[in-house]
């Protein structure tokens, strides 16, 4: 009961948050201290009770290991490239190379500058971009980072808006019309890329209709075109997986029990087999993160949204090698908190899952 | 279901029948093969060069001279499109070829010998499956394009572009064949042929691998598609490859720069991708119910 209610509670506290970002209010700070300390007071107290206290310090330090591992390689990778980001340009004069290469620290040994970034990296500096003279890194991420979370979370929130419903729909009414229409539009969905469905919405909505804006990220009218065609294809994984998960659960031994019981059809879709069904869903967002952070690179392009997939596409094209290293540390570290969310949630979900 | 009254039937032979009984795998089956069968004799049947300017004809809309158009440069649309089914398919088929062996052998490898290569296989994957594929796949082309390995640009992007696109997708594989073999080797006839003293190599080669063919294949034939569309981001993205090479990407790119006044520029291109990618996944569905017994009737 508590649980439910701490549940409900942090759900509409993210909810609030979510929606006053998305009409651009401001977010006051207790608001977000507040949801932080639901959240993980109330996921520490259910960690403890449930005695997964080992299995999650066990992840988050595997979590450690795998970015170390990660910005290591990158590192390395990227600094021991032959040919530098200073090469492209006219030929420069050696002392200006030379003047350049101190300033970047990049005639000390490897050894030395991996020492160096780690320490910095540890207190949350990226380093000095090439391409921006004198600007950190941390500090174009600090500006950009809000942008393409928006779109992240805009994007999830609309897929399983419109995944699951269709999934459960689909799954439910199986075999009939219903199930056909929403299954074929899911696999179209999924094999739509973005770059087609994008400028179709633009056409649409904002040069006929001009409801909504073409490009840009400044208010709620900008955020839902790329928004909706960021979150298509996710929705059409969400809802291919949801019904094969709903025939699943309705196959299922305590389903056909729930029936014999004489439960009426509402109670058992909705007591029954939609709460049992939903949790593959949940699993499915770890991935899922990780195939909205790849269209993202692709949304941010068409609509110009200054966001960081943008400026890893630019860091590339510019050899702007510290740029490429802490925007692939980030996205890393998303993926990797994503997929320990995930897990954890699940656990808490569903008492069936023991974690070792 | 109930026993079949043939004896020896392969699971490939059932799947096979199970199949053809899918109209719609099938006839997406026989569009794949249409569009490889185009891509193929590109040269022989595209009517212009993908390269060729006509000056005259400069943006031209659809007419009896081109069916879809002419771009920005005036090339043909239609002859760019069948180059570009070309690299576009080349591109899907290779890479999921390569991510095929090296997945399988990781796979095979890491769930064969279990234990401490296990692990230490796994944990490995772990690591690259925490990097976004699509910063996998630039860091990979960053790295080879400035290793500087191969002279001709165009064919640098080319084979960065398959290089990267196999390092990243056999990762999948590995897992799916290493779950598969886990399985498998527990069955009784790899105890019976064990005892009979068969040697590591043919267990796996003679017992394992012929009996995980099934999930193989299925993930294969949705790995074509999600690579193909992997390449058209990256050369979307002008991270990929550049004109005059024509791929769908490339070309994707190309009209959505000219979007609201030229729409078949962007239109050609898109169509192309969202029909290939349809006839993927639909043979993939198909494939998937047709090897998973447990669904036959099902859906």
Same mark, same amino acid.
């Given at each position: 009961?508590?649980?439910?209610?701490?549940?409900?509670?942090?759900?509409?506290?993210?909810?609030?948050?979510?929606?006053?970002?998305?009409?651009?209010?401001?977010?006051?700070?207790?608001?977000?201290?507040?949801?932080?300390?639901?959240?993980?007071?109330?996921?520490?107290?259910?960690?403890?009770?449930?005695?997964?206290?080992?299995?999650?310090?066990?992840?988050?330090?595997?979590?450690?290991?795998?970015?170390?591992?990660?910005?290591?390689?990158?590192?390395?990778?990227?600094?021991?490239?032959?040919?530098?980001?200073?090469?492209?340009?006219?030929?420069?004069?050696?002392?200006?190379?030379?003047?350049?290469?101190?300033?970047?620290?990049?005639?000390?040994?490897?050894?030395?500058?991996?020492?160096?970034?780690?320490?910095?990296?540890?207190?949350?500096?990226?380093?000095?971009?090439?391409?921006?003279?004198?600007?950190?890194?941390?500090?174009?991420?600090?500006?950009?980072?809000?942008?393409?979370?928006?779109?992240?979370?805009?994007?999830?929130?609309?897929?399983?808006?419109?995944?699951?419903?269709?999934?459960?729909?689909?799954?439910?009414?199986?075999?009939?019309?219903?199930?056909?229409?929403?299954?074929?539009?899911?696999?179209?969905?999924?094999?739509?890329?973005?770059?087609?469905?994008?400028?179709?919405?633009?056409?649409?909505?904002?040069?006929?209709?001009?409801?909504?804006?073409?490009?840009?990220?400044?208010?709620?009218?900008?955020?839902?075109?790329?928004?909706?065609?960021?979150?298509?294809?996710?929705?059409?994984?969400?809802?291919?997986?949801?019904?094969?998960?709903?025939?699943?659960?309705?196959?299922?031994?305590?389903?056909?029990?729930?029936?014999?019981?004489?439960?009426?059809?509402?109670?058992?879709?909705?007591?029954?087999?939609?709460?049992?069904?939903?949790?593959?869903?949940?699993?499915?967002?770890?991935?899922?993160?990780?195939?909205?952070?790849?269209?993202?690179?692709?949304?941010?392009?068409?609509?110009?949204?200054?966001?960081?997939?943008?400026?890893?596409?630019?860091?590339?094209?510019?050899?702007?090698?510290?740029?490429?290293?802490?925007?692939?540390?980030?996205?890393?570290?998303?993926?990797?908190?994503?997929?320990?969310?995930?897990?954890?949630?699940?656990?808490?979900?569903?008492?069936?899952?023991?974690?070792? | 279901?109930?026993?079949?009254?043939?004896?020896?039937?392969?699971?490939?032979?059932?799947?096979?029948?199970?199949?053809?009984?899918?109209?719609?795998?099938?006839? +997406?089956?026989? #569009?794949? =093969?249409? $569009?490889?069968? &185009?891509?193929?004799? *590109?040269?022989? !049947?595209?009517?212009?060069?993908?390269?060729?300017?006509?000056?005259?004809?400069?943006?031209?809309?659809?007419?009896?001279?081109?069916?879809?158009?002419?771009?920005?440069?005036?090339?043909?649309?239609?002859?760019?499109?069948?180059?570009?089914?070309?690299?576009?398919?080349?591109?899907?088929?290779?890479?999921?070829?390569?991510?095929?062996?090296?997945?399988?052998?990781?796979?095979?490898?890491?769930?064969?010998?279990?234990?401490?290569?296990?692990?230490?296989?796994?944990?490995?994957?772990?690591?690259?499956?925490?990097?976004? +594929?699509?910063? #996998?796949? =630039?860091? $990979?082309?960053? &790295?080879?394009?400035? *290793?500087?390995? !191969?002279?001709?640009?165009?064919?640098?992007?080319?084979?960065?572009?398959?290089?990267?696109?196999?390092?990243?997708?056999?990762?999948?594989?590995?897992?799916?064949?290493?779950?598969?073999?886990?399985?498998?080797?527990?069955?009784?006839?790899?105890?019976?042929?064990?005892?009979?003293?068969?040697?590591?190599?043919?267990?796996?080669?003679?017992?394992?691998?012929?009996?995980?063919?099934?999930?193989?294949?299925?993930?294969?034939?949705?790995?074509?598609?999600?690579?193909?569309?992997?390449?058209?981001?990256?050369?979307?993205?002008?991270?990929? #490859?550049?004109?005059?090479?024509?791929?769908?990407?490339?070309? *994707?790119?190309?009209?959505?720069?000219?979007?609201?006044?030229?729409?078949?520029?962007?239109?050609?291109?898109?169509?192309?991708?969202?029909?290939?990618?349809?006839?993927?996944?639909?043979?993939?569905?198909?494939?998937?119910?047709?090897?998973?017994?447990?669904?036959?009737?099902?859906?």
């Amino acid at each position: 009961m508590i649980g439910r209610l701490w549940g409900t509670g942090t759900a509409l506290l993210v909810a609030s948050i979510i929606l006053l970002s998305f009409f651009n209010y401001e977010i006051p700070t207790p608001l977000v201290y507040l949801t932080a300390l639901a959240f993980f007071g109330g996921a520490g107290v259910f960690i403890f009770t449930r005695g997964l206290t080992i299995y999650v310090i066990k992840r988050c330090l595997g979590a450690v290991f795998v970015m170390w591992v990660i910005a290591t390689l990158t590192f390395v990778l990227l600094r021991t490239l032959p040919g530098g980001p200073f090469d492209s340009e006219k030929a420069l004069p050696p002392e200006i190379l030379e003047n350049l290469a101190k300033k970047y620290k990049l005639n000390e040994p490897l050894i030395n500058q991996y020492g160096d970034y780690m320490y910095n990296l540890l207190q949350g500096d990226l380093g000095q971009s090439y391409k921006y003279i004198n600007r950190g890194i941390t500090s174009i991420i600090a500006e950009s980072l809000p942008n393409s979370i928006q779109l992240g979370v805009y994007a999830l929130i609309i897929s399983y808006m419109i995944g699951i419903p269709m999934g459960i729909l689909a799954g439910w009414k199986r075999g009939s019309w219903v199930d056909f229409s929403s299954m074929m539009v899911a696999m179209s969905g999924q094999s739509l890329p973005s770059f087609l469905i994008a400028p179709i919405f633009i056409m649409v909505f904002a040069k006929q209709l001009g409801w909504l804006e073409p490009a840009l990220w400044e208010g709620p009218t900008y955020y839902i075109i790329p928004m909706v065609v960021l979150g298509i294809r996710p929705a059409a994984v969400i809802a291919r997986l949801t019904r094969a998960s709903v025939l699943e659960v309705i196959h299922s031994d305590y389903i056909r029990t729930a029936r014999a019981k004489g439960l009426d059809q509402k109670t058992v879709l909705f007591k029954h087999v939609l709460r049992n069904s939903l949790i593959p869903v949940l699993s499915l967002s770890g991935p899922l993160a990780a195939a909205i952070l790849t269209g993202s690179f692709v949304i941010e392009q068409i609509f110009a949204i200054p966001g960081i997939a943008k400026h890893l596409v630019l860091s590339v094209t510019n050899r702007d090698y510290p740029l490429i290293l802490g925007t692939t540390l980030l996205f890393s570290l998303i993926l990797v908190v994503a997929n320990l969310v995930t897990d954890l949630l699940i656990a808490i979900v569903d008492p069936r899952v023991k974690m070792g | 279901m109930g026993a079949s009254k043939t004896t020896g039937r392969s699971l490939q032979h059932e799947a096979w029948i199970a199949l053809r009984k899918n109209k719609v795998a099938m006839v +997406s089956g026989f #569009l794949i =093969i249409f $569009v490889c069968a &185009v891509a193929l004799l *590109a040269p022989w !049947i595209s009517p212009y060069p993908f390269d060729e300017q006509y000056l005259d004809q400069v943006l031209a809309g659809p007419s009896e001279r081109h069916w879809f158009g002419t771009d920005s440069l005036g090339r043909d649309m239609l002859s760019r499109l069948i180059y570009g089914a070309r690299i576009s398919m080349a591109v899907g088929v290779i890479t999921a070829f390569v991510s095929l062996i090296i997945g399988t052998a990781y796979g095979a490898l890491a769930g064969w010998f279990g234990g401490w290569t296990d692990s230490a296989l796994m944990r490995i994957i772990d690591i690259l499956d925490s990097i976004p +594929s699509i910063i #996998l796949l =630039i860091l $990979v082309k960053l &790295v080879f394009e400035a *290793a500087d390995i !191969i002279g001709n640009p165009e064919l640098k992007a080319l084979t960065s572009m398959l290089l990267a696109l196999s390092l990243v997708s056999w990762v999948s594989l590995a897992r799916v064949v290493r779950g598969q073999v886990l399985q498998v080797k527990q069955m009784s006839y790899v105890e019976a042929a064990r005892s009979m003293g068969a040697s590591q190599l043919r267990m796996v080669a003679q017992h394992i691998l012929p009996n995980i063919l099934g999930p193989v294949i299925v993930l294969l034939t949705f790995q074509i598609p999600s690579n193909i569309l992997a390449e058209s981001f990256l050369s979307f993205l002008g991270l990929g #490859l550049q004109p005059p090479y024509s791929s769908w990407g490339v070309l *994707a790119n190309d009209g959505w720069r000219s979007m609201s006044s030229y729409p078949h520029l962007m239109i050609t291109p898109g169509v192309a991708i969202f029909v290939a990618m349809l006839a993927f996944n639909l043979l993939g569905d198909g494939l998937r119910d047709a090897f998973d017994p447990q669904m036959r009737g099902r859906a």
